[in-house]
T-cell receptor, first 112, second 116 residues
């Protein structure tokens, strides 16, 4: 059974800092990995999708990497802003049509 | 661009009542997924449909049922509601049956169910 772990559960950083959010998964046989952002009580916004054959994806200040063999992914946020404060969830998919298995998320707080 | 539409956005029910949530996937998406997210929890997979057939089943209580209709919209029916059913219910859609499929899931804003 796939298990996705995100540590730490919460993180507080000052504005402007570059930061890395970690995600690990137990079964390296994945189809893809998605990073989501969730604001309190709101929906899930897809940030980046990495296919199993890819090593990284970039979107603006965000960069996600994938090391499938070691079961790890990182989300790099450059020059963090207070507006980046949210919960960031990592999720993996076993096959093209299978469910996403989520980690418990990292709640990020960026202090002005 | 069209997104996943869920209705209602908020729903308040009494214990033992019945609730129905609706999901309209992104046009031409052939797969729908339902997730339940309790307070402070990660989303838990309930059930999925591909081309109107159930494709996978997760931790969905027997009191819940779901289906996907001919127009690809899906409904989640919840009966004999319990306090513990209070949660945010997400629907997601994906396009699976294409060679160019990226496998990305797109989520709706969710339906918040409160059971009193």
């Amino acid at each position: 059974k796939q298990e996705v772990t995100q540590i730490p559960a919460a993180l507080s950083v000052p504005e402007g800092e570059n930061l890395v959010l970690n995600c690990s998964f137990t079964d390296s046989a994945i189809y893809n990995l998605q990073w989501f952002r969730q604001d309190p009580g709101k929906g899930l916004t897809s940030l980046l999708l990495i296919q199993s054959s890819q090593r990284e994806q970039t979107s603006g200040r965000l960069n996600a990497s994938l090391d499938k063999s070691s079961g790890r992914s990182t989300l790099y946020i450059a020059a963090s802003q207070p507006g980046d404060s949210a919960t960031y969830l990592c999720a993996v998919r076993r096959w093209a049509n299978s469910k996403l298995t989520f980690g418990k998320g990292i709640t990020l707080s960026v202090r002005p | 661009a069209a997104g996943v539409i869920q209705s209602p956005r908020h729903l308040i029910k009494e214990k033992r009542e019945t609730a129905t949530l609706k999901c309209y996937p992104i046009p031409r998406h052939d797969t729908v997924y339902w997730y339940q997210q309790g307070p402070g929890q990660d989303p838990q997979f309930l059930i999925s449909f591909y081309e109107k057939m159930q494709s996978d089943k997760g931790s969905i209580p027997d009191r819940f049922s779901a289906q996907q209709f001919s127009d690809y919209h899906s409904e989640l029916n919840m009966s004999s509601l319990e306090l513990g059913d209070s949660a945010l219910y997400f629907c997601a859609s994906s396009l699976v049956g294409r060679l160019t499929n990226t496998g990305e899931l797109f989520f709706g804003e969710g339906s918040r169910l409160t059971v009193l």
